[in-house]
């Protein structure tokens, strides 16, 4: 008989034998659990021993034979010639009768070797048990070899039994190369090492389970493969719950309730829970549990059981019942209740439970949602939220219930969020969770191009909550407004209707007003100071209050940036960014960026704008579109225009050609920064024709929204100039001279310098050199770097051309330095190109020092001279991780450090933001 994997027992019985034929007896008892082979081991020993001459004589004990006196010895020897003495008689388990059974089989091994088996001596008869017991402390000097296996540790059973033999054989689980070969034989094809060990996992090596296993992946009649094996795991074969059946029988009653309830479970669970929850009685704890450990179906580490290995847990649930597993885990929710445990510990049987029907339960569920969304793991959260709203609570809970799931749900799944939030709108009356609900709801829905609908969300709750809070009524009129604004091809009837109660006079009722106040002020481009005022206002009041899928924040922050208060207006896109960040609203998030990518574009931070327009569609895509939502349409434009100043006109057309998708440019508010951006490409590309008419067209929208302040789009001056390069100077003077009245009216230090710029490059001679150092003079005092340095490279250029060679030299070097540390690469080369023109030989670029640095590289060694990790960095910049590697690379090259300990040294920290 060949035995797979068990040659080195079977070799090492020999080596006893060897010694036995040669005159020095001795016992070998094999211990191994169920299906370990035992048996299968002690035949194959037996029949070598026969092939080697000797005389076996073998007994099985059987538990039903357990109380039979001398069961086991009647199998040994019945059947061999001569008379036994115990047959029939009642006395032989003294001494008298133990010597006589021993003299017996001394004269039987007299002429040959013997070998006496007895397989399980769990169930062997006491009188048996003592008998052999007598012949182990006598063979000593015979040629006798006692072969005995048990399926129980040594130190269950009897001890002065287990003490007579001189030998033991623990058999464990066959080794992986075994069940390799094995698979083969049994398959009758050669497998592969993986699929062994697939096998090994599922089975723990038992060779038992592992034979059932393979003959039903035999069965199949399919490739082996492992998806063959990973089916009749899923359901195993009969033979493997026989023996399970037959296992948990050998370990006494209760066995069985304790393996279904850890079964249930499903992971290790602590013992009392397991033993309350099968309502054991703390007697039978112990000897269970022993029981269950050798047999081994339980695997204990630490207070916390497991079953093992993993076909076990499949063999028990595929015996239990249907239910059971729910109602166990419901019974283990209460215990844990009862006692005082962790929410999140009665929360991990809640999920598995179904419905408790008690209202503790949503309590509990809802208290592990929150920490989970506290954490960033929202689909945690949302596995949680999900019971709760199956238990029973008030309408006003299960609607706020119902926002928070709707508000979580990923970007890929819009219709399961706007089917959350439409429920929690139809259950609740409370207002601002009605309000928070409809923000959502109509952000999602202009997300799917339905604008109409989701200003009518926003309508059909603002309208009844006039009576009962005014605020929140005045709050959701002006979202409707600036959805509409940012949508709608044409202003609607709810901004003419709000704008009709702003009156630029007069300080506005509430936030909300005040943010629609500022609005206004911004597109007709009056009262600067108090526009920034509103808006800072309501930003510090209302972000905490208005969820960030609001236009409120959005629209503040482009308020300040458009008043040239850039670097508040990064705070406060900034603090938007990680707001989004930590509450998972991708919505919110892309809205952050695009607002956070129109302020770097006006600091001059070309790649910082285009990492964030980038962020910002890639956000969108998620949701289907990337022209969908208006602020991502100004991104893209940005996105376009930082990319014309980097040198890279063919990207910035391939950008607007790709959010087009072969439509016509959006016809609402928005689309008019993205005419705008197309003018300027085709004005830098030459197409100067094509790109006025984009600018006209741009400036003709903006008119029939009243947005009359330069300081949003500067469309007349770039237009003026178009005209300009065509030799229409008339119509290049009208449009940039209305500019500049408009921008001077306004007041922002960045709209006056660019129209100021604008006239000087269209005025010649000496009074275009005056306009020129005007612009430069006012853009010096506003945080506009890009256009600062324009304003220097045009008034380089002029006073080239009028011969004042010096000063020309002096704009142009600082005009290519400042343009280099925006990234703008186009206008670098610009301004070069003019340096060589009045005789300069320009410096070459810097390739190391802290100038040498990209605006990124310079943003990511800041934040790592303050310690912040690659991770914190990624986050905050919204790029991979190794992008912030390759940036500190290149930085640590440029600044000749070796890591960021020495960052600090070499970058100068920059001064508190405003």
């Known amino acids: 008989m060949h035995l797979v994997g068990r040659e080195d027992e079977l070799c090492s019985i020999d080596e006893l034998r060897a010694e036995v034929w040669g005159g020095y007896g001795t016992g070998v008892l094999i211990q191994g659990a169920a299906g370990m082979g035992r048996t299968a081991l002690l035949r194959a020993a037996c029949e070598r021993a026969q092939r080697a001459g000797a005389l076996v004589f073998a007994a099985a004990a059987d538990r039903l034979e357990a109380d039979c006196r001398f069961g086991v010895v009647r199998q040994l020897f019945e059947g061999v010639d001569g008379s036994w003495p115990v047959s029939g008689r009642d006395g032989l388990d003294g001494l008298d009768g133990l010597d006589e059974l021993f003299a017996r089989a001394m004269d039987l091994a007299a002429g040959r070797p013997v070998v006496i088996a ?15 017991a007598y012949l182990l402390r006598r063979i000593r000097r015979r040629r006798v070899l006692v072969i005995a296996t048990t399926s129980l540790p040594t130190d269950v059973i009897d001890a002065d039994l287990v003490s007579r033999f001189d030998h033991g054989i623990a058999l464990d689980g066959l080794r992986t190369e075994a069940v390799v070969d094995l698979a083969g034989d049994i398959l009758g094809t050669p497998v592969e090492k993986e699929f062994g060990a697939s096998c090994h996992r599922a089975t723990g090596g038992n060779p038992l389970l592992l034979r059932a296993v393979l003959r039903a992946v035999r069965e199949a009649e399919r490739p082996v493969s492992s998806a063959v094996l990973s089916e009749v795991l899923a359901s195993p074969p009969p033979d493997v719950l026989t023996w399970l059946r037959r296992t948990l029988a050998t370990c006494g009653s209760g066995a069985a309730e304790l393996v279904e309830v850890i079964a249930a479970f499903g992971e290790p669970v602590e013992l009392d829970l397991a033993v309350a929850t099968a309502e054991l009685a703390i007697a039978r704890v112990a000897p269970l549990v022993d029981a269950l450990v050798a047999a081994p179906l339980l695997y204990w580490c630490r207070d916390r059981v497991s079953l093992r290995p993993p076909l076990v847990q499949a063999a028990v649930l595929a015996g239990l019942a249907p239910g059971t597993g729910q109602v166990l885990r419901a019974r283990a929710a209460r215990l844990l209740h009862s006692r005082g445990a962790p929410a999140a510990d009665i929360a991990a049987q809640l999920l598995r439970s179904g419905p408790l029907g008690e209202p503790w339960a949503a309590d509990v ?32 809970r299960r609607s706020e219930l119902m926002v928070h799931m709707g508000s979580a749900q990923p970007p890929a799944d819009v219709g399961s969020a706007v089917g959350y939030l439409r429920r929690a709108l139809d259950v609740t009356s409370d207002v601002s969770v009605q309000a928070g609900a409809a923000r959502r709801l109509a952000g999602l829905l202009c997300l799917s191009e339905r604008y109409g609908e989701g200003m009518r969300v926003l309508r059909n709750v603002a309208g009844p909550a006039r009576d009962r809070s005014p605020e929140v009524a005045a709050s959701l009129e002006v979202e409707e407004a600036l959805l509409g604004l940012f949508h709608l091809p044409s202003p609607d009837s709810a901004l003419a209707r709000l704008a009709g109660r702003v009156d630029l006079t007069e300080e506005p009722e509430n936030d909300a007003l005040g943010i629609l106040w ?12 108090q526009a920034v005022k509103l808006a800072s206002r309501a930003l510090d009041h209302g972000l905490p209050q208005v969820n960030e899928a609001s236009l409120h924040h959005p629209m503040s922050v482009l308020t300040l940036a458009v008043a040239g208060e850039l670097e508040l207006a990064f705070h406060h896109a900034g603090q938007a960014v990680d707001q989004a960040r930590r509450t998972r609203s991708a919505l919110g998030g892309a809205r952050a960026l695009a607002v956070r990518s129109e302020v770097n574009y006006r600091l001059g931070r070309l790649e910082d704008c285009r990492n964030d327009a980038r962020a910002c569609r890639d956000t969108l895509v998620q949701f289907g579109s990337r022209r969908a939502d208006g602020m991502a349409v100004a991104a893209t434009a940005r996105l376009a225009d930082a990319l014309v100043d980097s040198g890279d006109p063919d990207a910035a057309g391939q950008v607007i050609a790709d959010v087009l998708g072969g439509r016509t440019v959006p016809a609402n508010l928005l689309g008019a920064w993205l005419l705008t951006s197309r003018g300027r490409l085709r004005l830098a590309t030459g197409e100067i024709r094509e790109g006025v008419d984009d600018l006209l067209q741009a400036g003709r929208r903006l008119d029939s929204w009243q947005v009359t302040n330069p300081a949003v789009i500067p469309w007349r001056s770039l237009a003026g100039l178009g005209y300009a390069a065509m030799g229409k100077n008339s119509a290049a003077r009208e449009l940039i001279e209305e500019e500049l009245a408009l921008a001077r009216r306004w007041g922002s230090a960045q709209a006056i310098g660019m129209a100021l710029r604008a006239a000087g490059r269209a005025t010649k001679g000496s009074a275009g050199v005056a306009l020129l150092r005007e612009a430069v003079a006012a853009l010096s005092r506003s945080d506009a770097s890009l256009e600062h340095a324009r304003a220097l490279a045009d008034l380089g250029t002029a006073l080239r051309t009028t011969n004042q060679l010096a000063d020309a030299r002096h704009h142009l070097r600082q005009a290519a330095t400042c343009a280099q540390q925006c990234g703008a690469i186009a206008l670098v ?18 390739h190391c020092g802290p100038e040498s640095l990209t605006p990124t590289e310079r943003r990511v060694a800041h934040l790592a001279a303050r310690g912040l990790s690659n991770r914190e960095i990624s986050e905050r910049l919204f790029v991979v991780r190794r992008t912030v590697e390759l940036h500190l690379s290149s930085i640590y090259r440029k600044l000749g450090v070796r890591g960021r300990a020495d960052l600090p040294a070499r970058m100068p920290m920059p001064s508190d933001r405003k």
């Open 118 to 132: 007895v397989d399980d001596l769990r169930w062997i008869d006491d009188a048996s048990a003592r008998w052999l």
């Open 365 to 396: 569920l809802c208290a592990v949602a929150a920490k989970a969304m506290a954490e960033g793991d929202f689909d945690r959260a949302l596995d949680h939220l999900r019971s709760a709203l199956r238990e029973p609570m008030s309408s006003q």
């Open 829 to 846: 080369r610009l301004a070069r190109a003019e340096l060589i023109a009045a005789g300069a030989r320009p410096r070459s670029q810097a």
């Open 518 to 529: 500022s609005v206004c002020a911004m597109m007709s481009g009056l009262r600067r100071q």
